[in-house]
């Protein structure tokens, strides 16, 4: 039983380029989540999706971050037009109803 | 809005001490609290999870509290060996969110043979 599945694991990219993160849930979840770790600080919150439903995206930035997660396919992070402040650590997080959560193991985002 | 502390931010023992990391919340209302481990670049692993009406909760070496009344939890590690070393983080789900983990910013251990 596979967990949580986050690729890539790193990614790099330039200032202005797009930043496309994916992220399966565990087999049987409809839940997702996910979380950026900034350097030196803890995860937080930003967007809690349920199939074709965004439910709560109060911890994402308003402009430049969308996410979804559609019917058929992985959960999508995208970050638009990078700066180098959005340089983290973003974790996805799963599970079969709204609690608890099983976590993958991150994309490193990294910003020339 | 919930806060969550971790004291200390960074802890070093020698091999085979017993230890107390701990963890401080704001708000009382929570669902549960949650205790994880975090290895260098590497993703969560769950280590504890204590819902709101218990007290505690075991797994082998390891031993987590949970008193609501003054916001605090405690993780307690026996015999401390290196393979211990890494960022343990705790995490506060609050009753009204119901989703949304808040989390301390980890304390790193260190366990030196």
């Known amino acids: 039983n596979a967990g949580v599945m986050q690729n890539p694991r790193h990614l790099v990219r330039r200032r202005g380029q797009e930043a496309r993160l994916r992220c399966s849930p565990m087999?049987?979840?409809?839940?997702v989540y996910w979380y950026r770790q900034l350097p030196e600080e803890g995860l937080k919150f930003m967007v809690y999706?349920?199939?074709?439903?965004?439910?709560?995206e109060s911890g994402m930035p308003k402009e430049r971050f969308s996410a979804e997660f559609p019917k058929e396919g992985p959960s999508i992070l995208r970050i638009q037009q990078v700066v180098r402040g959005d340089s983290a650590a973003y974790f996805c997080a799963s599970s079969p109803d709204s609690k608890p959560q099983h976590f993958g193991d991150g994309t490193r985002l990294s910003i020339l | 809005k919930q806060e969550v502390t971790q004291i200390p931010a960074a802890l070093s023992v020698p091999e085979g001490e017993n230890l107390v990391l701990n963890c401080s919340f704001t708000d009382s209302a929570i669902y549960n609290l949650q205790w994880f481990r975090q290895d260098p670049g590497k993703g969560l692993t769950s280590l504890l999870l204590i819902q709101s009406s218990q007290r505690e909760q075991t797994s082998g070496r390891l031993n987590a509290s949970l008193d609501k009344s003054s916001g605090r939890s405690t993780l307690y590690i026996a015999a401390s060996q290196p393979g211990d070393s890494a960022t343990y983080l705790c995490?506060?789900?609050?009753?009204?969110?119901?989703?949304?983990?808040?989390f301390g910013k980890g304390t790193s251990l260190l366990v030196t043979p």
């Open positions: 087999k049987g979840h409809s839940h």
């Open positions: 999706l349920q199939k074709e439903n965004i439910i709560d």
């Open positions: 995490a506060a789900l609050n009753s009204n969110s119901g989703y949304a983990l808040n």
